[in-house]
């Protein structure tokens, strides 16, 4: 059993940045693709960016592309999200998911282990 913890989360004004971390009660994240999502109140979890750790291959939504960036912590056990010109429309609360997968894939229920969430709030 994996467990994730997210952290980083916070307010921030529209336009800013927050980088978000997660870490893993295991000692590599090797065997894993890493992926982040967000939940808004009254909408579904919504697929961000993903990383196959070994390769480090990446797959991003549209609606991130070219703002969001996600990485290899500095640790092995760590994967990271950088979210730049954020937008009132990002607020939500960010998970961090871990999938036993060869791809990078962007359907919640086929990653089996979840981190409980931060919250990230974007004022204008």
């Known amino acids: 059993q994996v467990q994730l913890v997210e952290s980083g989360g916070g307010l921030v004004q529209a336009g800013g940045s927050l980088r978000l971390s997660c870490t893993a009660s295991e000692r590599t994240l090797r065997i894993y693709v890493m992926g982040w999502f967000r939940q808004a109140p009254g909408k579904e979890r919504e697929f961000l960016a993903g990383?196959?750790?070994?390769?480090?291959?990446?797959l991003y939504a549209d609606s991130v592309e070219g703002r969001f960036t996600i990485s290899k912590g500095n640790t092995e056990n760590t994967v990271s999200l950088q979210m730049n010109s954020l937008l009132p429309e990002d607020t939500a609360v960010y998970y961090c998911?871990?999938?036993?997968?060869?791809?990078?894939?962007?359907?919640?229920?086929?990653?089996?282990?979840w981190g409980q969430g931060t919250q990230v709030t974007v004022s204008s």
């Open positions: 998911a871990a999938d036993r997968s060869p791809f990078v894939r962007t359907e919640p229920s086929i990653y089996d282990y």
């Open positions: 990383i196959r750790w070994l390769d480090g291959a990446t």
